[in-house]
């Protein structure tokens, strides 16, 4: 009796010293947008490939679970909703890390680390600028300045252009046709989408131009659970180890675009 009682004892005891489970059902719940964003994931339903769709399942391996992607979310804001909500125990769709954010969500650690950008029509700016280089005034700009809504830079910009008149837009490709027809003087994005549109359409060089922030950042990195502190360091480890503290900038993830495009 005494010795059932002792082994029971045991048993117990092992049960509370074994590891628990960074997440439960065997699944990695992963909210990734709707919409693509190559080379880091494609559209709903287009394809398995990009930097985003090889970092979760590379997770999800290295966890021993499935990765079950939510496409559901319909701007950048979107995921970290699912965070927060709990219905998503990760955010991986070139999320960019915000202050505003970290306030309910946790973050991994960068894995790839692009500059601010603009997108200018090339007529307005030179009305704005009045010969002068952009650089001098473009922190001063008081004229119109178009954000997707839902992203980082909606929430960047009131306060790298606090004089400008803020228009928010549904998706990238509407804010490109406002550059395009003028009611608009620059767009405000990372660097990567703006030199990725010039790969895409080289006639936009026409009536816009680039320019980069140099000083102002765009952290690239994992969202978590804030439920889940343990899933966001095996994150870090997973970023770590595996990975080799890779931090991909603009030139690499736009050398992987263009050859993405040759396929």
Do not use: C
Not at 133 to 162: K, M, N, W
Not at 179 to 191: E, K
């Amino acid at each position: 009796m005494l010795i059932a009682q002792a082994q029971a004892v045991a048993t117990q005891a092992q049960a509370q010293d074994a590891p628990k489970p960074i997440v439960s059902d065997n699944k990695l719940r992963i909210a990734m947008p709707a919409f693509a964003s190559d080379p880091f994931f494609p559209a709903d339903g287009s394809g398995d490939n990009g930097i985003d769709m090889d970092l979760a399942r590379g997770i999800a391996a290295e966890l021993g679970v499935e990765p079950v992607f939510d496409r559901s979310a319909v701007t950048f804001d979107g995921m970290v909703q699912k965070l927060t909500s709990g219905q998503a125990d990760l955010a991986i769709g070139k999320l960019s890390r915000t202050l505003k954010r970290g306030r309910s969500i946790l973050y991994s650690r960068p894995y790839a680390m692009l500059h601010q950008g603009l997108l200018a029509n090339r007529v307005n700016l030179a009305r704005v600028t009045q010969g002068k280089p952009p650089e001098q005034i473009i922190r001063d700009f008081s004229g119109e300045l178009g954000v997707i809504e839902g992203s980082s830079f909606a929430t960047y910009a009131a306060t790298t252009f606090p004089h400008a008149t803020i228009q928010r837009f549904a998706g990238w490709n509407t804010v490109i046709d406002a550059i395009r027809n003028g009611t608009i003087d620059l767009a405000y994005r990372d660097d990567f989408e703006i030199k990725k549109l010039m790969v895409d359409d080289p006639s936009m060089t026409v009536v816009a131009r680039s320019i980069t922030l140099t000083d102002k950042v765009d952290t690239i990195a994992v969202g978590v659970s804030p439920a889940n502190p343990h899933l966001a360091a095996f994150v870090d480890l997973y970023l770590d180890l595996a990975r080799g503290q890779q931090v991909l900038n603009t030139d690499e993830i736009i050398a992987r675009y263009r050859q993405g495009s040759k396929a």
